[in-house]
């Protein structure tokens, strides 16, 4: 752009050399034109230039008075051409040839408009001077020499055009006090803005404050059916630091040697064989670290720096040997093997558990052992039991327990004793098996149930139990049931016997097991007998089963039966005819272990006949595999009363989920499954409901060293 010294000698010769006749004196400019221009054409430049530029002449700021061309020139420059015209600022100095030549000049550059508005004021006001607008001239006007106000212009000119592009594309610059309107105004939707944000925000919080509460009680009631002990605290993605016992350090360096097992694999098929027997030195190096360590203070000390150098050796790797896909592959293949080997781990967890229900730990066996010894030392007379004229006193409280364990068989008489309320009212029919007969009587003998009546009988002597008589004898002399129950078909593996195992288990085989449907044979003189398993624990007096009307039915129980389970469709095989045609499959099971029966009821229905009958009808299993529950379920279908559950709790063998408050409620409980309350297998939170019976100083426990 031409400075302004440049442009002052086309700007004078743009007025026709009006400048040196104003030097001169000669000619007068109309003041009127002066005045016009100072109130009509100057506001109108203003509000053109503040209406977005959409006029086409802008004025750049107020009047410049160039002194150093004249005293008497008042010059204005246009934004848009840059050009400066001038007009002498002394009536005296100018005429109306100059004030023509002006005129002229600003129509050039001028509305129509604006030149309408200027000839009709001059008509009506008449001449003015100029001298009062020059000695009282606005302040944005300035009287200093052209360079410096030119200079002010342009910085003036730089800032404004910054400023026009700061603001928005269809909005022009706006005066400071309009800016500073809209800033507050904007500072307060922002703040109202802030507002609504904080308060969305909290809503937020408090909305997932709620959801968390929610989701941490769910996972408390989920998992009260989740036995902490064995599942433990682990996350491979945060420190366990509340955790005394922690094992993630072990967990980490097992999975470091699973990857490593993975980029050894690649490292092999790339042929990166220095990698490949580095990787193959770390995992030998962390799997002497982990050992058998089940916890991080199980841990060799020297664990931190296997940690280290295989986190290094496996960044290695992956920089070397990275696949996704291969490692994918891998990884899958891996887990594919892992599964089987849990199939098979399973397996034999089965295997195993079955074979330790179904055996006598030494210290039981020892203690067997022992007493029985003692009892055939023993005299004659010393072997008899007192009061036995209660024996078929049908007043008395009768109590049915067949057992081959002598230790079993003390915790339910002692607990039902001490409990209660008339002990001496109580009588106790005690029936086991040849070979423990010696260790249960001795036992008894040395430890009485105080002045409760109590008889021991051998099984074997009840000489109208024979095959003729009984269909489980004579199916178990059939070549068929022996290949059956103790051979199991030959299996070739241990997986592969591990289901038959079950139904070898003695207990399905002896006849103290099914002695249970021959009740009016072994006590013809009694009215009503309770029932009870070896494995239950009584907590409560018994005496009110006694007073239960059964409403004309056999069998007293608790029914077991939830929403999709204990029930007949689980137990008998629907397929067949005879079963499908005479039951519900829907209807609901009860529990053996504690039962009351009506012995007279039991013989007006003929209940033994009933038994006989499906019993001999699945000599081949095919209505139900194995126990007595299923054929009691036929034999009392439509016979049994229910009642009331808090008589009897089940499932301290298998469940570890059972509500204590349950537990402590319960008249009986039961530990039915393979988890019995005196083998290693037992749960430990539910074992001293058991042993709390057991006196541990006896002098035969303690020599056959049993312990609580």
Not at 391 to 398: C, Q
Not at 476 to 481: G, K
Request: charged share 25%; net charge neutral.
């Amino acid at each position: 752009m031409a400075t302004p010294k440049q442009r002052i000698p086309y700007s004078t010769a743009g007025i026709g050399g009006g400048g040196s006749r104003a030097a001169s004196g000669s000619g007068v400019l109309p003041p009127v034109v002066v005045l016009v221009f100072l109130f009509v054409v100057a506001p109108s430049l203003f509000f053109v230039v503040r209406n977005g530029g959409r006029g086409h002449v802008h004025v750049a700021s107020g009047p410049i008075f160039l002194p150093s061309l004249s005293p008497y020139v008042c010059c204005c420059e246009l934004w848009e051409s840059n050009d400066i015209f001038c007009l002498p600022a002394d009536p005296k100095g100018r005429d109306d040839n100059q004030e023509a030549v002006v005129v002229n000049n600003l129509k050039s550059i001028l509305p129509k408009e604006v030149i309408d508005a200027i000839v009709s004021s001059q008509q009506e006001e008449g001449t003015s001077s100029l001298d009062f607008f020059t000695n009282h001239a606005s302040p944005s006007w300035k009287t200093d020499d052209l360079v410096t106000e030119k200079s002010m212009y342009v910085d003036d000119k730089s800032k404004n055009s910054v400023a026009e592009h700061d603001l928005p594309v269809n909005k022009s610059p706006k005066d400071p006090d309009e800016h500073q309107v809209d800033t507050a105004e904007k500072i307060a939707r922002r703040k109202l803005r802030e507002k609504r944000r904080e308060k969305r925000a909290m809503e937020l919080v408090r909305k997932d404050d709620e959801a968390r509460v929610k989701l941490e009680n769910a996972a408390i009631e989920r998992s009260k059916a989740v036995d902490s002990a064995v599942l433990g605290k682990y996350s491979i993605w945060r420190k366990e630091n509340e955790n005394e016992n922690s094992d993630s350090t072990v967990r980490l360096m097992r999975d470091q040697i699973i990857m490593a097992r993975v980029y050894s694999a690649l490292a092999k098929s790339k042929n990166k064989s220095g990698l490949f027997q580095e990787l193959q030195t770390r995992i030998k190096e962390s799997q002497r670290a982990v050992g058998e360590a089940a916890a991080d203070a199980d841990l060799h000390r020297s664990a931190p720096e296997k940690i280290r150098a295989m986190g290094q050796v496996l960044s290695k790797a992956r920089e070397e040997v990275y696949d996704c896909r291969g490692i994918t592959q891998r990884l899958r293949a891996m887990l594919q093997s892992a599964d089987e080997q849990v199939r098979s781990l399973k397996k034999q967890s089965t295997f195993h558990s079955q074979l330790a229900a179904k055996t006598i730990p030494n210290s039981i066996h020892c203690l067997s052992m022992r007493l029985t010894i003692d009892y055939y030392l023993l005299p004659l007379e010393e072997r008899k039991f007192p009061r036995n004229e209660n024996l078929e006193n049908p007043s008395l409280y009768h109590y049915a327990l067949f057992s081959d364990n002598v230790l079993a068989a003390s915790v339910v008489v002692n607990s039902t004793i001490m409990n209660a309320k008339e002990p001496e009212k109580h009588v106790f029919h005690l029936v086991t098996d040849k070979l423990n007969f010696g260790a249960m009587n001795m036992w008894f003998l040395l430890n009485p149930p105080g002045k409760a009546t109590i008889h021991v009988e051998n099984v074997d002597e009840f000489k109208w139990l024979n095959s003729s008589y009984c269909p489980v004898l004579r199916q178990l002399e059939s070549a068929a049931m022996k290949e059956y129950y103790f051979k199991a078909d030959r299996p070739t593996t241990l997986s592969a016997g591990s289901s038959n195992l079950k139904y070898r288990n003695p207990k399905y085989l002896s006849m103290l097991n099914h002695l249970r449907f021959y009740l009016p044979e072994v006590y013809p003189k009694l009215d009503k007998i309770l029932f009870l398993d070896d494995d239950i624990v009584v907590q409560k007096d018994l005496t009110g089963l006694w007073d239960v009307d059964l409403n004309g039915k056999v069998n007293g129980a608790v029914e077991t039966c939830g929403e999709s389970f204990h029930r007949f469709d689980k137990y008998l095989n629907f397929s067949n005819p005879h079963i499908s045609r005479n039951f519900d499959p829907n209807a609901c099971g009860w529990a053996y272990g504690m039962n009351i029966f009506d012995l007279k009821e039991w013989k007006k229905k003929d209940i033994t006949g009933i038994y006989h009958k499906w019993q001999n009808m699945n000599e081949d299993r095919v209505l139900w595999k194995l126990g007595t529950l299923p054929p009691g379920l036929l034999t009392f279908y439509k016979l049994t009363h229910p009642l009331d559950k808090s008589w009897h709790v089940l499932g301290l063998g298998y469940n570890p989920s059972i509500d204590r408050s349950d537990i402590e409620g319960a008249a009986v409980v039961h530990y039915n499954g393979n988890m019995k309350p005196w083998l290693e297998l037992a749960m430990t939170k539910y074992r001293p409901y058991w042993t709390k019976y057991i006196k541990y100083d006896h002098p035969y426990i303690r020599g056959c060293n049993l312990s609580e």
